[in-house]
């Protein structure tokens, strides 16, 4: 089993910044990917970005140059440093972790891009 809880979310106004933070506990070991995930109101869950145990990264079109996702390992946490925030970022953001065989979801943070 492992456990994840996200952190950092709010209201931020247009080209502001936001870091969301997602600790990990558990069977961490078993994890091979981490990622966070966005779903606004009426859309599906869609990929924001990921960050493998090699630390490769991978970024959905739409944040690529605004979006970073980092990982320090020494305190099982993963981040989401968000710049140039738009309306359209608002959300509720999900940590993922990929073990074999299953997923694991946090309960979400809510980011709201408003002025």
């Known amino acids: 089993q492992v456990q994840l809880v996200e952190s950092g979310g709010g209201l931020v106004q247009p080209g502001g910044s936001l870091r969301l933070s997602c600790v990990a506990s558990?069977?961490?070991?078993?994890?091979?990917?981490m990622g966070w995930y966005r779903q606004a109101p009426g859309n599906q869950r869609e990929l924001v970005a990921t960050?493998?145990?090699?630390?490769?990264?991978n970024y959905a079109d739409s944040v690529k140059g605004r979006f970073t996702i980092s990982r320090d390992n020494a305190k099982n946490t993963v981040y989401l440093q968000m710049s140039s925030l738009k309306p359209e970022d608002t959300a509720v953001y999900y940590c993922n972790a990929k073990t074999v065989g299953r997923d694991y979801w946090g309960k979400g943070t809510l980011v709201t891009v408003s002025s």
């Open positions: 558990g069977s961490i070991f078993s994890v091979s990917v």
């Open positions: 960050i493998s145990s090699g630390d490769s990264t």
